[in-house]
């Protein structure tokens, strides 16, 4: 182990002490949020991350969909907006991970599993009515950040049912996407550790694009659409 990463995990720890209390106490008044966007954002930070945003973040009850590419991606969204996550199940046996998460309020679905497609259907639907903004991110796990996997379209329909806001949201590492991109068949521990142990500055743009109206444009269509809209803006075929 580095400096860096002990350094890095060392403060995180420490921040995610002080903040509990904090986050306990607001919760009871609804105020959870805002303690939740600040830690990620400190945790970003730490990790080296230098986020700008452009374009214009819908604000309530909307579906985000956005290319993935890193882990850095969720302290970089959820640090700069406020938003909830729709995670893999399996996340939420995570012992620290799940549990930051849950209190998170990530939405955990069994993506592989189609006998669970009406209740993870369902379960996106409620969240999306609760007044705060649900990241989806479509290709179903991390890409190679030099090109696009089709989007999945099965979670779309709770954006249909509800009639949501869809607005896509492009993350743009630039030259260094590839770099950043989780590698293929790398283990959580090994890529955790890369993460920990990246020196900074690491670069992303969140650019927040056109958004769609999920009660008019079938899932099937929001997909396909979504996924043009991002690969244009990050400039892939």
């Known amino acids: ?22 986050f306990g106490l607001l919760r009871l008044f609804g105020r959870g949020d805002a303690i939740i966007r600040s830690y990620l954002n400190w945790v970003g930070w730490l990790l080296g991350l230098r986020v700008r945003v452009e374009g214009k973040p819908v604000k309530g009850n ?60 369902d379960e996106v639907s409620i969240a999306l009515t609760e007044g705060r903004p649900v990241v989806l991110f479509a290709e179903g796990g991390t890409g190679d950040g030099i090109r696009l996997s089709p989007f999945r379209a099965s979670l779309f ?24 991109a989780w590698p293929h068949g790398a283990r959580f521990v090994s890529e955790l550790k890369r993460m920990l142990n990246r020196p900074a500055p690491v670069h992303v743009t969140l650019r927040f694009l056109a958004p ?17 809209e991002i690969c244009q803006a990050l400039g892939l075929d």
């Open 62 to 121: 909307a579906l985000y969909v956005a290319n993935h590419i890193s882990w850095l991606d969720i302290p970089a969204l959820g640090g700069s907006v406020y938003a909830r996550f729709i995670a893999k199940s399996e996340i939420a046996g995570w012992s620290l991970f799940g549990w930051l998460a849950r209190l998170g309020g990530s939405v955990f679905v069994h993506r592989h599993k189609r006998s669970h497609a009406r209740k993870q259907a």
């Open 157 to 180: 329909a709770a954006a249909n049912e509800v009639g949501v806001t869809v607005q896509p949201i492009a993350l743009d590492y630039g030259a260094r996407s590839g770099e950043i």
């Open 212 to 228: 769609l109206d999920g009660a008019t444009v079938d899932r099937k269509q929001l997909a396909v659409r979504t996924h043009a």
């Open 1 to 22: 182990m580095t400096f860096r990463m002990v350094a890095r995990v060392l403060v995180m720890a420490i921040l995610l002490v002080l903040y509990l209390p904090i």
